[in-house]
């Protein structure tokens, strides 16, 4: 599924772009470009270096074919005044060769001089380069500064930054239950106001106003009827004899007295 692997590959460099832009540190980035920019220019130094030792090398050969190309000279014309005609013509043959080699050489050398010469201006050109943007590095980094403390100091201002956004989620829950305190203080001063704390809590033995009236007029209905009881007993003569006090006893009844009979006419 050649959609969906571009969506996932898609999906995935954004997420790792976005993971990079919040991770990358603009000083950073901006450090690691001039150090980048340092070797290439000490690279380009070394190149210089490079090519003036190569030049210096054949500069040196040189100066030895023309000592040698002097020296074969003189010997073909010695050897010729010596009536050795084959020893100058072998001398001056390899003074030609020596001398097809110094015009080699004399070339070779002019181009590494020009080389050197372009890699000069490059130096220069990349130097000038460099310390334009180290200045501008600067800059940049003292803007970056001053604009990450302008942030810091404006969110602490405001109040957007996570800490405060912290310190204002805890202070208004201790606002909160401030107010659910001062609401329940209200609401107990209230009821206690009310005389709702004065009456007996349901339960336990307790009772409550229907179960006291209830109580009260079913123990006057009580003494309603004993009263009615005792007007009953005292209206017959069968009332009770009084109490007696405590630790006494009842005295003995003497012997009933015989009624006298009645007189005879």
Same mark, same amino acid.
């Given at each position: #599924? =050649? ?15 976005? #993971? ?5 540190? =603009?000083? %950073? ?20 270096? /490079?090519?003036?030792? @190569? $030049? ?25 005044? @010596? ?18 080699? !110094? ?25 000038? $380069? ?6 501008? $590095? %600067? ?25 405060? @956004? /912290?310190?204002? !989620? ?10 659910? #305190? ?17 009456? =007996? ?12 009236? !209830? ?10 009827? %004993? #009263? ?8 017959? *003569? ?8 405590? *630790?006494?006893?009842? =005295? ?6 015989? %009624? @006298? ?5």
């Amino acid at each position: #599924m =050649p959609g969906l692997t571009g969506r996932a590959s898609t999906v995935v460099k954004a997420k790792i772009s976005k #993971m990079l832009d919040r991770a990358e540190d =603009p000083a %950073e980035t901006l450090e690691y470009s001039y150090q980048k920019q340092i070797e290439q220019l000490q690279q380009v130094k070394q190149g210089i270096a /490079d090519v003036v030792t @190569a $030049k210096k090398r054949l500069q040196l050969q040189e100066e030895k074919n023309q000592a040698n190309i002097v020296k074969l000279d003189t010997q073909a014309r010695q050897a010729l005044a @010596a009536g050795r005609e084959d020893l100058a013509r072998t001398a001056l043959e390899r003074k030609n060769v020596a001398q097809t080699e !110094l015009q080699s050489l004399d070339k070779q050398i002019q181009e590494l001089e020009q080389q050197q010469q372009q890699m000069v201006e490059s130096e220069a050109r990349l130097r000038t $380069k460099v310390e334009q943007f180290r200045t501008q $590095k %600067e800059v940049i980094k003292a803007q970056y500064s001053a604009a990450e403390a302008q942030v810091r100091i404006s969110a602490a201002a405001t109040g957007v930054g996570d800490e405060m @956004a /912290d310190v204002g !989620l805890a202070m208004q829950r201790a606002m909160d239950k401030t107010e659910q #305190m001062k609401a329940r203080a209200s609401a107990v001063q209230e009821l206690d106001e009310a005389g709702t704390f004065d009456q =007996p809590l349901l339960g336990g033995g307790g009772e409550d106003d229907l179960d006291r009236q !209830l109580r009260e007029l079913s123990s006057g209905s009580e003494v309603d009827s %004993e #009263m009615a009881k005792l007007k009953a007993e005292i209206g017959s *003569g069968d009332a009770p004899a009084a109490a007696l006090p405590a *630790g006494e006893e009842a =005295p003995v009844d003497a012997e009933p007295v015989a %009624e @006298a009979e009645p007189e005879q006419s």
